[in-house]
């Protein structure tokens, strides 16, 4: 079978394509035909080793497929030969067959497309923890997203309005704020305006924002916390701007605000049946349409590494996925 290797670590171009030997699945193990795998942030970390999963060399990243299974190691009773699947894999899931622990697979009704299927679960499962289980956020109230129109950011705008919260996104672009405006936010702000904290205070009529959901980190981090309101919550998601921010412990004093980490992974492996729910609610709201993963470039697996690059270089918005043959 194809698959994308990373032999060395290093960015995206150091990826090889290669013929090896198809996986065999042991007990309590699944090898998944791929028929898709969307791409995330943290494949891109994942290859140059600074992620906080490190699979032995050599290896392929992609750590969420939608596919078919093609077989079924001993003491896997959920899933059979044939069944229409989506599973988080960690990494190997770029490549013409993945083998994966069984727990790690769902089921999905065959009426999802393989693109909508490998693009929704990793998106939408950690910005719904994000706002429902770590923000509490309620009706009503505020929710800044910095990075808006990026994966997760996305997410996070659909959910926020689907929980009856007013949206104001953040984004670097025109073009990508036109995106986040499409799938429903309230109010845009370009963050690349040496303004932009002054705006965010217009548009809350000097109250401030309830709920900060941070997937950027970098130099947005603090002018974010600034723009906070009394009894806020600030989510630490991810770092994608490459610095992780050190803030002045004064600022939460000061707001009376909460900085609340999030971390979706761990969440689903400690606490199953919770994120289970939260699936299930997700997979409600797909089917009646209120949510949607916003797929804006697909590529074979030969270009596994232009699809990384998409993400590095800042040029993706919503989801960009790799397609299977
Ligand atoms: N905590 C968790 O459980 C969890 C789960 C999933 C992902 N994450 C993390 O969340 C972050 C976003 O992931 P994602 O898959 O949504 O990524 P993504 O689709 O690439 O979106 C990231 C966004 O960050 C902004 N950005 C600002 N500076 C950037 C830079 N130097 N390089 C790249 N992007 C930059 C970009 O928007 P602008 O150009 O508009 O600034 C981009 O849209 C990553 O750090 C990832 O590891 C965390």
Known sequence: MKAVLCKQHGLPDTLVVEDIPSPKAGAKQVVITVKACGVNFPDTLIIQNKYQFKPELPFSPGGEVAGIIKEVGEGVSHLNVGDTVIAMTGWGGFAEEVLTDASRVFPVPPVFDFKTAATFAYVFGTSYHALKDRAQLKEGETVLVLGASGGVGLAAVQLAKVMGAKVIAAAST???????????????????????????????????????????????????????????????????????????????????????????????????KDNQANMMQLFGWLMQGKIKPHISAEYPLEQASQALNDLLERKATGKVVLVVD
């Open 174 to 272: 025109e073009a990508k704020l036109a995106v986040c405006s499409q799938y429903g936010a309230d109010a845009i702000v370009n963050y690349s305006d040496d303004n932009w904290r002054e705006q965010v205070k217009v548009l809350t009529e000097g109250k401030g924002v309830d709920v900060v959901y941070d997937a950027v980190g970098g130099h947005y981090a603090e002018p974010a916390l600034r723009s906070m309101a009394w009894n806020g919550r600030y989510l630490v998601v991810g770092f994608a701007a490459g610095d992780i921010p050190k803030i002045p412990l004064n600022l939460p004093l000061l707001k009376g605000c909460a900085v609340v980490g999030v971390f979706w992974g761990e969440f689903a492996t400690r606490q199953k």
